[in-house]
Nanobody, 115 residues
């Protein structure tokens, strides 16, 4: 019963910060790469950031230097710290667990950046 639950989204002004959380259950959390994706309104889903089981991180160019992905294996949680937000960051943000059987997705959390 794999379940990923995102939280922390909301409305924030441009230049502000927000931290997203993804709580995982039903998996051996520490064994898997965890990713964040986002989908702006009317656009296709895009990769944002990822972190491997060993803690290696990767970022899309659009968020490099502004966003930080991290994980707390003891809490089965992956985080996305978002700083210097701009209106282009407005999207539904999804947490994903990459497993051998496929990728599992959370329900998403809305991030809206106002100007």
């Amino acid at each position: 019963q794999v379940q990923l639950v995102e939280s922390g989204g909301g409305l924030v002004q441009a230049g502000g910060s927000l931290r997203l959380s993804c709580l995982a259950s039903g998996i051996s959390f520490s064994s898997y790469t965890m990713n964040w994706y986002r989908q702006p309104p009317g656009k296709q889903r895009e990769y944002v950031a990822g972190i491997t089981s060993g803690g290696r991180t990767n970022y899309a160019d659009s968020v490099k230097g502004r966003f930080t992905i991290s994980r707390d294996n003891a809490k089965n949680t992956v985080y996305l710290q978002m700083n210097s937000l701009n209106t282009a960051d407005t999207a539904v943000y999804y947490c994903a667990a990459v497993m051998l059987s496929g990728t599992y997705w959370g329900q998403g959390t809305q991030v809206t950046v106002s100007s």
